[in-house]
């Protein structure tokens, strides 16, 4: 009897033993079990980025891109939360839309930004606000600019502009052969009018000559052309004016066409449309001015399948493992 007693009395001490240690020793097979149910529960959201606008009817554009492809996104493995962020003028600010995802209990983020091609917003402002570079003199600067600073704890992916897929030329064409119809391209010339960036100007030449290649390949038009209307040429319509100008002296007819993400009446209208009220024959120019390379579900499609790239590559995709 006392025999057994002491057996019980071990056995139970032998229990509370185990269970104040987490229970008994995990063979290796149970622990990879366990390890990899922790990393299919890998938490990853989705930022997307855009330069931002006191303009209600610009910010929707974008807004609407995330409606657009939200579930799309969610569909993506490991992928639990979408979220639009403006630059600069206004909320949802990048900061907070990074902490929201800290306070989510987010593991990583993809950022994306939904910008044309590279400029000072994507080579210095994003990176610091999402904490991938950390210049002293920009993080002092951001809120001095109205833009709010946010460090996150989440580990951020930032990926590629939209110049870095042929989506955008593939849009800047369709546009031409809409205004073009069925008109001979011999008698058309092309004006690109774009914001353009001081610290970026190569690439951003690059980006139109790129695409007015394009167009010479395409749809048989000769004569192309590009000009500033942004910051760097102090939002003059000159430069625009100059450059239908130049085409008008050539051909029987321009063909205007903004190369801006969304409508924004301040480029569109006064600076590109009033440049083209004051060529020399604005009747001879042809030109939507409510027009942007917004909406296009080609974009929404170059969205999703960013991301989803991104999720295939490095860290992200061992951690779908």
């Known amino acids: 009897m006392f025999k057994s007693m002491m057996t019980m009395m071990a056995v139970a001490a032998t229990a509370l033993l185990l269970s104040a240690c987490g229970g008994a020793p995990k063979g290796d097979a149970q622990a990879n079990t366990e390890g990899a149910s922790a990393a299919g529960q890998h938490k990853i959201g989705v930022l997307l980025v855009n330069h931002g606008s006191r303009q209600k009817a610009w910010r929707d554009m974008l807004v609407d891109v995330e409606k657009a492809t939200r579930d799309r996104l969610l569909a993506l493995p490991n992928v639990k939360g979408v979220k639009t962020a403006f630059n600069e003028y206004t909320e949802p600010s990048v900061a907070t839309q990074m902490k929201a995802f800290d306070d989510e209990g987010y593991d990583e983020v993809v950022v994306l930004p939904l910008f044309l091609t590279v400029g000072g917003h994507t080579n210095s402002d994003i990176p610091n606000l999402v904490g991938l570079k950390n210049d002293p003199k920009a993080l002092e600067m951001l809120p001095k600019e109205g833009v709010p600073v946010y460090r996150p704890k989440a580990r951020v992916t930032l990926l590629e502009t939209i110049d870095s897929t042929d989506f955008l030329k593939a849009n800047i064409l369709r546009r031409v052969k809409d205004l073009l119809k069925d008109g001979n391209g011999k008698d058309y010339g092309v004006t690109l009018a774009a914001y353009g960036d001081n610290g970026f100007n190569q690439q951003w030449e690059a980006l139109m000559a790129d695409l007015g290649q394009h167009l010479k390949d395409n749809v048989g038009i000769d004569a192309i052309n590009y000009a500033w209307s942004g910051h760097l040429v102090n939002y003059s319509i000159d430069p625009t004016r100059k450059a239908v100008n130049q085409i008008l002296a050539e051909k029987k007819k321009d063909i205007v066409i903004s190369v801006y993400v969304a409508y924004d009446y301040m480029f569109q209208k ?30 929404n499609s170059w969205v999703v399948d960013s991301v989803k790239d991104s999720l295939s590559v490095g860290r992200l995709a061992q951690a779908g493992t």
């Open 270 to 299: 006064d600076i590109i449309g009033e440049a083209i009220r004051k060529s020399e024959r604005p009747q001879d120019v042809l030109y939507h001015e409510t027009e942007a390379i917004l909406p296009d579900e080609n974009l």
